[in-house]
């Protein structure tokens, strides 16, 4: 069944406010605890030579790997790595903090380092990190009975009751507290260099439909018909048989960056000049052996961090609200949204070869992990699915190396290979740009995910070459990124 969140502020008094971070910091520490436990456990089960000989013999077959995974998992079960033994873990550690935090919560603690745990076990993860001071901002129940509980506006939890805001003349507000509660949690979020805190309460079932209070109209209306979305690190094309878009993602967060540029240079000099002695004559860190390197800390330069954090704060919300409202518009076109499978983690790699240009000077190993931080196309295909999923689609990815979006000509059927610079497609004097043309033919994806309908092609190319020629007039005389190339 889906779930669906609404953040709601708290009214908390000064004394609320410091039990809250004392409770945040507890559980930080639990955390740490536990990482310290289980890494100890986890380094003793890879060092067996059973195991290791267990994971070299996959052959990433599901069939004949399954006797394999279930010797591998009853030696993770016998060295207490699994959920179930870090629920376990974490019960001896709350009981010494019980009148701060609750058995659930402590669970939800030790289910989130399990989460970490899997990614390694199972995915590409690498390590399982410790949580610095300040970082752990939310705590979560496991359901609306014990633990933290949402009960006549107020939120209860271990002996602390405090007000929720909450605004009934807003439709959707008022919808969704008819709706039933899953569980409760608490967020403190850094805002203009103070600590605000908030309630997520997470939901049972689909999201209430937001309504224009103008006008009484339904807000955003899932459309009927073929979306197909061309993204890029940076750019979105998007085709459907209503309109053709080619838009740049999150374009309202790049000042931000120019202004996280300045303030890291400045907390750089900073940093230098109050610890001289912790650099080279060159300019690098002097490297202290075993001994921890410590940091004085000037007013100056705490200040700045605390701008930094800010900047860090407003980039990320207004980026998750950018990619709502996208979100939104896309699903307006059509219900079946069409896109190829990206590798973005593997773009953020740095190339491995080093190479030279043709004036013999050795390449940039940088790709687009600069890009994809700011722009983060992944969330926004993420939120699209999540959208999708409330009317019962999701999501569609095509085969990338199969299908060719980028190569194929639906004219001759042929595929050409083309250069990251050339940003344009020239079909006998016909012009189309590169991004929205590809955008077009996974828009019209056959039904075996690799290849294009041809037929369709044909039957729909007439009105996207109008719609293509209205966006470029559009774009025309616009600052653009030099990937669109109009």
């Given at each position: 069944m889906a779930n669906f969140v609404v953040e709601f502020p708290l009214r908390t008094e000064k004394y609320q406010e410091d039990i809250l971070n004392k409770r945040f910091e507890i559980s930080r520490q639990i955390y740490?605890?536990?990482v310290n436990v289980t890494q100890k456990r986890y380094k003793e089960m890879i060092k067996t030579k059973k195991y290791r000989d267990l994971m070299s013999s996959l052959t990433g077959n599901k069939k004949t790997d399954?006797?394999?995974?279930k010797q591998i998992n009853d030696i993770r079960k016998q060295y207490g790595m699994s959920e179930y033994s870090f629920h376990k873990d974490v019960k001896k550690m709350q009981k010494h903090f019980k009148d701060n935090i609750d058995s659930l919560t402590a669970r939800k603690i030790a289910a989130a380092l399990w989460k970490s745990y899997e990614k390694i076990l199972y995915g590409n993860g690498k390590k399982v990190y410790y949580k610095k001071y300040g970082t752990l901002d939310s705590l979560e129940g496991k359901s609306n009975g014990s633990g933290i509980r949402f009960k006549d506006d107020m939120i209860f939890w271990n002996g602390m009751e405090i007000p929720v805001v909450i605004d009934y003349s807003n439709y959707y507000e008022y919808q969704a507290m008819q709706c039933q509660i899953c569980y409760n949690r608490i967020v403190r979020k850094y805002v203009r260099n103070k600590y605000?805190?908030?309630?997520?309460?997470?939901?049972?079932?689909?999201?209430?439909?937001?309504v224009n209070a103008d006008t009484g109209e339904i807000k955003h209306c899932v459309g009927?018909?073929?979306?197909?979305l061309d993204i890029g690190t940076r750019t979105i094309a998007i085709a459907s048989q209503s309109d053709v878009k080619l838009l740049e993602l999150a374009d309202r967060i790049q000042n931000i960056e120019n202004q996280k540029r300045r303030i890291l240079r400045r907390m750089d000099r900073s940093i230098r000049s109050t610890n001289p002695?912790?650099?080279?004559?060159?300019?690098?860190i002097k490297k202290q052996g075993n001994k921890k390197v410590i940091w004085k800390k000037s007013n100056h330069y705490i200040k700045h961090q605390n701008e930094l954090k800010e900047l860090y704060r407003k980039q990320a919300a207004i980026r998750k609200y950018q990619h709502e409202c996208l979100a939104n518009y896309i699903i307006s076109f059509g219900n079946k949204v069409y896109v190829e499978k990206m590798n973005f983690s593997g773009l953020q790699k740095r190339a491995k070869k080093t190479e030279k240009?043709?004036?013999g000077r050795f390449k940039r190993k940088k790709r687009f992990g600069k890009s994809l931080a700011n722009k983060a196309p992944s969330m926004l295909l993420t939120i699209?699915?999540?959208?999708?999923?409330?009317y019962g689609e999701q999501l569609i990815k095509i085969d990338t190396s199969e299908a060719k979006a980028s190569q194929f000509n639906h004219f001759d059927g042929t595929y050409t290979k083309k250069s990251l610079s050339q940003r344009w497609n020239n079909f006998d004097g016909v012009k189309i740009q590169r991004d929205l043309y590809s955008a077009f033919l996974i828009m019209n994806i056959a039904d075996d995910l690799k290849s294009f309908d041809i037929d369709k092609c044909n039957d729909r190319f007439e009105n996207f070459y109008r719609l293509h020629n209205l966006e470029v007039e559009r774009l025309i005389g616009k600052k653009n990124l030099s990937?669109?190339?109009i």
């Open positions: 740490n605890s536990l399954k006797e394999i995974w605000k805190y908030y309630v997520q309460i997470i939901f049972k079932g689909n999201p209430p439909v937001k009927n018909g073929d979306v197909g002695d912790n650099y080279n004559e060159d300019g690098t240009n043709d004036k699209i699915n999540r959208k999708l999923g409330y990937s669109i190339s």
